[in-house]
């Protein structure tokens, strides 16, 4: 696919295999291709970019809403509500474990 890539030359002396999305195929990766269209249309198509610099604070904006927007994937709550949910039930579950009286062989690991 590649020619004359260094990331592509670096990956094959390495044995590394490279798998790309096809051109047009946006349900390959939907969730970034998803993602990515919500970016283009509520920010950059909204405005006129003359220097890379402008970008900087209209992308932090933009990330800092969407992580406190709600989302329908995760139950109607924004990515921030659920990554809190996520650990409040991790710790949790540990808490139950060593209540249980759950030992570990740390010698048998």
């Known amino acids: 696919m590649f020619k004359n890539n260094p990331?592509?030359?670096y990956c094959s002396r390495n044995n590394i295999f490279l798998k790309f999305i096809n051109p047009g195929s946006p349900?390959?990766?939907g969730f970034a291709e998803r993602d990515m269209r919500t970016l283009k249309e509520e920010c950059l198509n909204l405005i006129w970019?003359?220097?890379l610099?402008?970008?900087q604070p209209i992308l932090d904006n933009f990330k800092q809403e969407s992580n406190f927007r709600p989302n329908m994937t995760f139950g109607y709550m924004s990515?921030?509500?659920k990554r809190a949910e996520y650990l409040r039930e991790k710790i949790k579950s540990e808490k139950n474990l060593?209540?249980?009286g759950v030992q570990f062989n740390?010698?048998?690991?």
């Open 7 to 9: 990331v592509a030359d």
């Open 49 to 51: 970019i003359n220097d």
């Open 27 to 29: 349900w390959e990766n």
């Open 98 to 100: 060593l209540s249980d």
């Open 53 to 55: 610099t402008e970008i």
């Open 79 to 81: 990515p921030y509500e």
């Open 106 to 109: 740390v010698a048998a690991v």
